[in-house]
C-alpha cells in the first residue's frame, strides 16, 4: 500500500509562485511514476505534470508548460511541483498520484488517470486575480 501526502497549497496573487510537496509512503519510491492533476469545482480531473520511474521522462500539460516544474527526490520519496507565474485559472485542488506501472511511460500513459493506483487527499490552490 502506497500513501501520499500533500502539502503547500495556499492563497497567492495572480503572478505569485507556490511550491506543492507530496510525500510518499510504502514501497520503494523510485518504482512509481508520481503525477500531478487537479480539480476545479465542476471540472474534471486534469493532469498537470508526471515523471516517470528513475526519472526517465517528465511529462507537462500544455496549460503549464515553461510555468510549472515537477522534480523528485528519492532520498526523501518526495516530488514537488513548483509553480511560477500563477493564474486565477490555475485556482483548483492538486492531487498527487503513483502509478506502479513500469516499462516505457509515455505522456499518454502518464496523462491519465485511470493509470494511477493512488492518489493522495489533495491540496487547495487559490490563485486570486
Known amino acids: 500500500q502506497v500513501q501520499l501526502v500533500e502539502s503547500g497549497g495556499g492563497l497567492v496573487q495572480a503572478g505569485g509562485s507556490l511550491r506543492l510537496s507530496c510525500a510518499a509512503s510504502?514501497?520503494?519510491?523510485?518504482?512509481?511514476?508520481m503525477g500531478w492533476f487537479r480539480q476545479a469545482p465542476g471540472k474534471e480531473r486534469e493532469f498537470v505534470a508526471a515523471n516517470s520511474w528513475r526519472a526517465a521522462n517528465t511529462y507537462y500539460a500544455d496549460s503549464v508548460k515553461g510555468r510549472f516544474t515537477i522534480s523528485r527526490d528519492n532520498a526523501a520519496n518526495t516530488v514537488s511541483l513548483q509553480m511560477n507565474n500563477l493564474k486565477p485559472e490555475d485556482t483548483a485542488v492538486y492531487l498527487c498520484?503513483?502509478?506502479?506501472?513500469?516499462?516505457?511511460?509515455?505522456?499518454?500513459?502518464?496523462?491519465?488517470?485511470?493509470?494511477?493506483?493512488?492518489w493522495g487527499q489533495g491540496t487547495q490552490v487559490t490563485v486570486s486575480s
Open positions: 510504502g514501497r520503494t519510491f523510485t518504482t512509481y511514476t
Open positions: 498520484a503513483a502509478t506502479l506501472l513500469v516499462g516505457r511511460i509515455t505522456f499518454e500513459i502518464a496523462s491519465q488517470t485511470a493509470n494511477y493506483h493512488y
